[in-house]
């Protein structure tokens, strides 16, 4: 076990690499080297790495769209993160599934969903299998708080609650969903006013502290591991960039976005790591390690062979087929 | 050989592949306690007990998503819903996550899950009761549509859907779940093969495709016609998706006329699907348009006279295939 | 406004009406002159009456396909009601509808729906028209507790909690969703604690005394049409037949059933009007002259015009198309 | 005539309609204060106030009911789906409730909503985004579905649509909205008639039918096979339940041959739905089998060189009717 030290240098380092894994992929979609939607997760890094060092390696990961935080947490090379973006074979998901369709299921990352409260249920479902299984897994759902006025939330919830799943709930409340803050969506400011109702635990902490977040979610996942039921987390954290690449963020005020960077959870972390007695050396080391692997993760990505064909028409059905290409016509 | 209940056959199948594999588990509203709504899963609960036959509330959105979601990560769930007509509020885990997670994931992950139920009209159910769903999920590809008619289908197939490596819309039907027929022994495993069809009966005057219940709808107009001195083809693809395109064609190239009896509505379908095909790879071989008899194209009213203006009958089907053999 | 007594009495014969009627389609359903679902409301008829009760006529009312005690409730003939089961054209829904799907827009019930939880949201949405051109109208909807789990459940409340819409869900508690007793379905034995959920008022009570339903359900209705918003109301209650007409009701013992009859809304009522010296032969009038009435809408509903072809196409669509018949063809 | 955006032509409906009638309001996700997650009702909320252009939380199924109930009992809703794909977990409203009502409550009430957003592929929006719902929507009785491709076909639809007193389902294409084209000048209100398609181009040889984005491209291939001698006539269905057949039918009748182009999957849907309707009437005058071009039986990748592939060209087509040519 690293000490605290070490460990939150492995934490600054892992939300470096996100940071600028995510800025390396907004300059690319502005060079139209990458399509369709871009979520970005700039400011809530701290969230999916906190959460990430607090489960094991077999432990199931379940994100939204906004999935390149949580991908990379888990361990997802930036290669094969950089390659999906782009759309090519090299690609986490062969790119087919693009920015909002992470899968790694070496690491146990279980996607990258685009439909809103669509993922909940599957998330349970991966914790229904380590409770029948007996495997000792813990299942970790993200989703935003514009997620939580949905039927596909409230079933899935009521199912982890029932059946007591090993399952953590945890709503990132990054105060909009697309142009809406949450005041427009509900009538609460407490999510967690809503775990009672399915009988499960609820907590609520901010996410700026990646120690804070890691311990925790921790508390949450114990309980579950031990068979105490799943449990319901609110996150308040932030984005500081637009919902997606095409959403310029008007709704909200220079100000608002200037005074929420005060929370920057890196330079939270990296104060922190200053007043460890952590040099400027080790720091740039640091720094210098993860620009170079987000710079070869870039020309990897450009150089890499394009989704192909016949992957495409493979992917349909699992089973082989003769009518596989095309069982439609 | 000895004579089943559709019912029975498709509660054999469940049992067998379950004592083969124990990752297949069964969830559904009722299956369990009150033995399932439509007795199915009569006994199941007993003999697998309450780990691998589970009971649900009311929330087909949140198990069909359960169901994929275990089937993701090694497990291989059979899921009940009660009728099809309850799939609607679990449409979008169907078509936008078991459907596409194979693809999506490039090929990583796959979802060996099968969703279960009575399709179509029971009996004076009503509008929201009476869906024939296999028009929608048969547009998806990702998915498995089946639709078995008789005992010994219901059977082969089903244990074929549980073994099959995507997800199956498996279509069963209330109104069948009584029907008796031939079903092997129990010793001789029969595991039909999905996207076969079957030639019900042979003839050389006209093909007529039918499947689920109208499948009998059509042998009883072949009978009546026979007597007549038409001799009708009668075809059961028995799998919608993919269909068995090859055999049908074939049949028509022989009868050089085709009825098909269904009763999903008229706009589209594997009805409009099957026409299109034969249109396209049997054109010249058509003496005669391809007729439907299809259910008519209103919600189902309740009123038992009404119910039964909606449905295909016999004389339908006999009139249509009159029409194409301008007899 | 009727003294207590008076009113008591007009509750106990429409309580007595319910009742009477029921049976009598059971009869019929055995006779087959009924075919399709039938879902009795046997043992619950305090909570249609009492809500009745405390609504205007100009009130709208959901329920769900357990639907002929609030239908006959708010004012439907007994005539209209028995000829929709019998599917006849003078049914209150032509007899296209059948029992799941009762109507009756002349007294502002507004269905009759078979899909758990999915008419929830419609009875929102008639609330949403009242605070759009503030009709001074409220909204009741009701539904089981097994209904409590699904999607249509949730958004429906989040909206009308979001809104401060004016309507009542009053979720009926009879103990049993089909053959699952609520143990298995939820972890929580109060439903109500769903209520802080939706930011809404939550109340709980015994619904076998027509009194208190009335009393409670008023206190709600008033909230609404104040403008203070929705509230989610859990009345405790019991079917005395099996979920529907198929339904031998083996998961519950004899002794539960007949314990639970001592509540019967009627027999209470009955006893209050007695100890409110209400003698014998007011009594026996009462029911003499629902018998007569119930009497004649079984005779009329036989001798009823059978459901209308034209009806059925015409129905399909409002507008008046050429291509009505059969537009999908 | 003056030249509008195809957005800009919905939002002029819109606010022409609900000047007309306050009974009508606009309702989803981001429709008002963000202006519409695709522009389309930018302005509205400050014309006609938070009362009438409303904002909801992420709950289509909840919202789509609420504008069915308000419909029941006498407003004319319109409910934005930000995207069509997200009508799929409120699928039940609209199949169970929207379409069923009229009938089941015996006529006695009507559901004049209109449901509205785009359909089908956007540009590297990947599977669970790029969905084609025409073929779920245009199988259920009780429904509209209206597709228009062109600005003044959007708007004058869209007023038509408002106007109607069922539930209609109205497909924009994200990929349309900054289309721009001919509309009638504000003062000349042109109100399109729901069901009646439109001949876009005449043509002697070969009738292509197509529907929405498709329409463009069956009209690039019409004057690619123009300048080598093959003259198309491109029929726009524009409304595709309830479909203007005859238009079709003459128009096959004239050519003898036909092709259709669609987005959708190519199993069923009112491709195959159309492909059923011309064998059958005008089977006679049919010299080739009709040929569909629609996109690849697959879930959408997002690769932008395989999403190519998926989707119709205009080579696809050209190809298509020589093959029915014989040319
Ligand atoms: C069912 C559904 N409806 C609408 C959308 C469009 N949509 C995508 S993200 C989003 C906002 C979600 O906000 P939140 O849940 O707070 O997550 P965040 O984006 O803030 O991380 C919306 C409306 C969708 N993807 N799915
Ligand atoms: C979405 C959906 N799933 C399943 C059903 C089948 N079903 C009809 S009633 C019922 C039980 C409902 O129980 P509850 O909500 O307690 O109401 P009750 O019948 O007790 O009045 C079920 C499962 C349905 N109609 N709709
Ligand atoms: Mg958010
Ligand atoms: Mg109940």
């Known amino acids: 076990m690293a000490s605290g030290r070490d460990e939150l240098l492995a934490h600054y380092e892992k939300m470096f690499e996100i940071r600028r894994f995510e800025e390396e992929a907004a300059r690319a979609y502005a060079q139209s080297k990458i399509g369709g939607f871009l979520h970005l997760y700039i400011g809530q890094e701290a969230i999916a790495v906190g959460t990430n060092a607090a489960l094991t390696d077999d432990d199931y990961v379940f994100q939204t769209y906004r999935d390149h935080g949580i991908a990379l947490a888990r361990g997802m090379s930036p290669n094969a993160a950089m390659a999906e973006l782009f759309g090519k074979d090299a690609g986490c998901s062969r790119g087919l599934g693009g920015s909002m369709h992470f899968f790694d299921v070496e690491n146990n990352f279980l996607g990258g969903w685009g439909i809103v409260g669509g993922h909940l249920a599957l998330a349970a479902g991966a914790a229904f299998k380590s409770k029948y299984t007996e495997d000792g897994r813990v299942t970790v759902c993200f989703f935003g708080e514009g997620s939580t006025n949905i039927g596909g939330f409230h079933e899935a919830l009521s199912l982890a609650g029932l059946w007591k799943l090993p399952i953590v709930f945890i709503c990132e409340n990054n105060q909009y969903a697309m142009g809406t803050p949450m005041s427009r969506t509900s009538p609460l400011d407490d999510l967690t006013l809503k775990a009672q109702g399915y009988g499960m635990q609820g907590d609520r902490f901010q996410g700026y502290d990646v120690r804070t977040v890691q311990e925790r979610v921790g508390l949450a996942v114990k309980r579950a591991r031990r068979g105490e039921g799943p449990t319901f987390i609110e996150v308040e954290t932030y984005r500081f960039r637009g919902h997606s690449m095409s959403d310029p963020a008007k709704y909200r005020s220079r100000a608002e976005l200037e005074e929420r960077k005060k929370k920057d959870p890196l330079v939270i972390a990296r104060d922190l790591l200053k007043e460890a007695g952590v040099g400027d050396e080790q720091m740039d080391e640091i720094e210098e390690r993860v620009e170079a692997a987000i710079d070869a993760c870039v020309k990897f990505a450009a150089a890499a062979e394009p989704a192909k064909e016949e992957v495409m028409w493979d992917t349909v059905y699992a089973t082989d087929l003769s009518t596989k290409r095309g069982a439609g016509r | ?327």
Chains 1, 3 share one sequence.
């Open chain 2, 1 to 327: 050989m000895r004579e089943l209940r559709y019912r029975e056959a498709l509660r054999e199948a469940m049992i067998e592949e379950m004592d083969r594999d124990d990752r297949i588990f069964l969830m559904g509203e009722e299956v369990g306690h009150y033995q399932g709504a439509y007795k199915v899963s009569e006994g199941l609960l007993a003999q697998f007990g309450e780990k691998r036959v589970i009971d649900t509330p009311i929330a087909e959105a949140g198990f069909a998503g359960v169901g994929v979601g275990a089937a993701m990560v090694g497990l291989r769930p059979i899921i009940e819903f009660m009728t099809w007509n309850f799939s609607f509020v679990a449409f979008d885990q169907i078509i936008s996550n078991a459907a596409k997670i194979h693809q999506m994931s490039g090929g990583r992950l796959k979802v060996p899950v099968v969703f279960r139920g009575p399709n179509g009209a029971a009996k004076q159910v009503a509008s929201q009761h009476s869906h024939s769903v296999d028009p929608f999920y048969t547009n998806i590809p990702g998915l498995y549509v089946v639709m078995p008619a008789t005992p010994r289908d219901a059977k082969g197939l089903l244990k074929a859907a549980i073994r099959c490596e995507d997800p199956v819309v498996f279509l069963e039907g209330e109104t069948l779940y009584n029907v008796k027929g031939d079903v092997p022994d129990a010793d001789e495993e029969e595991v039909i093969p999905l996207g076969k069809g079957r030639i019900a009966r042979e003839g050389s005057d006209c093909t007529i495709i039918a499947w689920g219940r109208p499948y009998y709808t059509a042998m009883a107009a072949a009978e009546q016609l026979a007597a007549e001195g038409t001799e009708c083809e009668v075809v059961d693809p028995r799998t919608l998706r993919p269909l068995d395109t090859d055999l049908m064609i074939e049949s028509v190239r022989k009868t050089n006329r085709c009825v098909l009896v269904h009763e999903h509505w008229p706009y589209g379908g594997p009805g409009a699907e099957i026409v299109d095909r034969i249109q396209r790879e049997a054109f010249d071989h058509l003496d005669a348009p391809i007729l439907r008899v299809p259910a008519l194209d209103v919600p189902m009213p309740y009123a038992t006279n009404l119910e039964e203006l909606v449905l295909p009958t016999t004389q339908r089907v006999v009139d249509a295939v009159k029409r194409v053999t301008y007899a």
